[in-house]
């Protein structure tokens, strides 16, 4: 069964220039102990449905519709009491930048006893020996010490470190982790991808990965969905979509990127471009979101936006020539 | 033999850090600390390493945004790291630089026809008012944006078209040298295909030189002739590209390369994760900078600093396994 449900969500922010659809209708699905990625670019809506997910959008200006069904229950229907006690409890989240949401006046062990004594009703004592175990589990050398020491004093490896332990502190049944290792050099991304990985299989926790980076995706998500413009495009067991990307997005997407190697396996070619933009979301769009900048485009896309069909086992996409973009590629 | 474009040799650049209660300057960031490299006309390097190694320190001090601390930097045989205002603001026409993020290296007050022309106004390149605007247009040709856009200012576009007009201000100097400092970093990956494709058009066109300062392996590997991998303010090896990638020496390049992460679900790679962070630059280890890091440390490490030496066909690496004990 699935943990978490999203059935048409739609988050809108009222601008200045217009109503901006921010999420426009996505639907997805995340099964118990599974690591969903959603992909796509700045402005593609990614962020916006993890915040709306965890209903950290301020509203207004935001406007969340549609329903997110976590456990058997719709959290767009809960109180705000009932729903700080899931935030950090039953599902928490890891944001990319560990120095902005850390608070910088409070020492790291403070920080992890406050959701173990909010949520779990432990004491002082026992959630400070808890604090120090989750710091020992996400590999922090002197967790005795560290435990007293403020975020400034910490790397920023070690920094996302603490995120990490603050956000499994509570056995989460949904970890969502937005970027979390964008701003990290790749030596402390490797270390941090591998202790996501290792405590995925002891935690058990599902992860939402939210990123832009194709490397990672690869590295850790079991299905990914492909967002564009507030809207899903293409979603797939990890493997399949890379093997066979089936959008003309995803498709520029994964062309765009440069792999490690390429210059010794002779493979190293112009970059594929997508050309233009994305499109303003202040303005309503009309058919599909991607005709402006795809090559396969004609009146039809231009004028009806394609809904999601299934295109291979698991594997569905929103184009009305996807299968003709598999055999173009 | 002509000399190489640029030459770097022994560069230092040590930061003052003000303590104590006059602000008495008893320590010191060791940013760069004696870097020494050269780039041919038309050729890319590459300087690559993680945030702190002072790869943008170098890239700054060449285009001498600050007086370095010892050591030459010499533009086409002549010195310009101590040269007088007066000839070095003819060699700056020569160096040019392209910066990460374009939101903040483009005056916001300022059209897009103003910005451009600043610089052939400054270094006087232009021979009239109609050769200006030749220039102007000419220049939003080649990096493929729209002449109506000339009168717009920068909020007006995209990042990676305001990177466009990034990489036309460099241009417009008719630089033979383009420092570029993380210059596709802060783009969105169908964007910086773009632009990475524009700068490998531009080198051939107008045989530039890049000095192109990045910490992703991947975009280096695509755009580059050779790399320079640095780590705490030292170069740890230098090679062409095809070395670099296919048989990097020093265990710093090597956990470097492995810890990227492949596009590729299921791909087969044991990355070497190297153990607790990047030291301070203000206490620099002892020995090798590496040691405190490194799989393969040994006693020697710890006490004695190895040197560059060369190793194979124009493979340099300081690592104290690659030497005769």
């Known amino acids: ?329 | 033999m002509s000399p190489p474009l640029l030459q770097v040799n022994d560069l230092k650049k040590h930061f003052p850090i003000n303590k104590g209660l006059f602000g008495r300057k008893s320590e010191f960031v060791y940013a760069v600390d004696g870097v020494s490299f050269e780039i041919a006309r038309g050729e890319t390097l590459s300087l690559v390493g993680e945030s702190g190694c002072g790869k943008s320190t170098v890239g700054r001090a060449i285009l001498r945004l600050f007086e370095i601390t010892s050591g030459q930097v010499i533009l086409d045989g002549q010195r310009i790291d101590d040269a007088h205002p007066s000839t070095m603001r003819q060699m700056r026409r020569r160096v040019q630089v392209v910066f990460q993020d374009p939101f903040s290296s483009l005056n916001p007050r300022m059209r897009v026809r103003d910005i451009l022309a600043e610089p052939i106004r400054n270094f006087g390149l232009a021979k009239s008012k109609e050769d200006l605007e030749v220039r102007v247009t000419a220049l939003m040709d080649t990096v493929r944006l729209p002449r109506e856009a000339l009168n717009r200012r920068p909020h007006e576009f995209s990042g990676g078209q305001r990177q466009r007009i990034g990489i036309a201000r460099a241009l417009a100097a008719e630089p033979e040298l383009i420092v570029c400092d993380e210059a596709v970093s802060a783009l969105d990956v169908s964007v910086k295909a773009q632009i990475v494709n524009l700068l490998q058009d531009l080198q051939r066109e107008f045989g530039l030189a890049l000095l192109f300062i990045s910490h992703d392996l991947a975009i280096v590997e695509h755009m580059t002739h050779r790399v320079a991998v640095m780590y705490l303010g030292k170069i740890v090896e230098v090679a062409p590209r095809r070395e670099i990638f296919a048989a990097p020496r020093h265990p710093y390049t090597k956990a470097l390369l492995s810890a990227v992460p492949l596009p590729e679900p299921g791909a087969q790679r044991n990355p070497i994760i190297l153990k607790g962070d990047v030291p301070s630059p203000i206490n620099p280890p002892r020995g090798c900078r590496f040691h405190t890091r490194c799989p393969f440390v040994f006693d020697r490490c710890r006490t004695e600093e190895p040197t560059l030496r060369v190793v194979g066909d124009e493979q340099w690496v300081a690592c104290h396994l690659e030497e005769p004990p």
Request: net charge positive; hydrophobic share 45%; charged share 20%.
């Open chain 1, 1 to 329: 069964m699935a943990l978490l449900e999203v059935e048409n969500l739609q988050t809108h922010f009222r601008t200045p220039g217009g109503i901006n659809r921010a999420v426009d209708g996505v639907s997805f699905h995340v099964n118990e102990g599974e690591t969903l990625a959603i992909v796509g670019e700045s402005g593609c809506g990614k962020s916006v449905t993890s915040m709306s997910l965890m209903r950290l959008i301020p509203e207004p200006p935001g406007r969340i519709a549609g329903s997110i069904r976590f456990a058997g229950k719709d959290l767009l229907k809960l109180s705000d009491r009932e729903m700080r006690a899931i935030r950090g409890n039953d599902i928490s989240m890891i944001f990319q930048e560990p120095m902005t949401s850390l608070n910088p006046v409070l020492t790291v062990g403070r920080q992890i006893r406050e959701t173990l004594m909010i949520h779990q009703g432990l004491d002082k004592q026992a959630a400070e020996a808890h604090a120090i175990g989750m710091l020992t589990l996400v590999g922090i050398p002197e967790p005795k010490r560290r435990v007293g020491e403020y975020p400034h004093q910490l790397s920023g490896g070690m920094r996302q470190r603490v995120m990490i332990a603050v956000a499994l502190a509570c056995n989460p049944k949904l970890l969502i982790a937005d970027e979390p290792t964008t701003a990290l050099d790749v030596t402390i991304q490797a270390q941090i991808l591998k202790l996501m990985l290792d405590l995925k299989r002891r935690v058990g926790a599902a992860i939402i990965l939210i990123t832009h980076d194709l490397g990672v995706v690869a590295e850790i998500a079991e299905r990914v969905m492909v967002m564009y413009a507030g809207r899903k495009v293409e979603e797939a067991p990890v493997a399949e979509l890379f093997r066979s990307p089936r959008h003309p997005y995803t498709q520029g997407l994964l062309g765009a990127v440069p792999k490690l190697g390429s210059s010794l396996a002779g493979t190293a070619t112009r970059l594929a471009e997508i050309p233009g933009q994305v499109p303003d979301l202040r303005k309503p769009i009309i058919g599909c979101v991607f005709a402006g900048r795809c090559a396969l485009a004609t009146d039809l896309c231009r004028q009806y936006a394609p809904g999601l069909e299934e295109k291979g086992p698991r594997h569905i996409a929103a184009c009305h020539y996807a299968a003709k973009g598999a055999i173009a590629a």
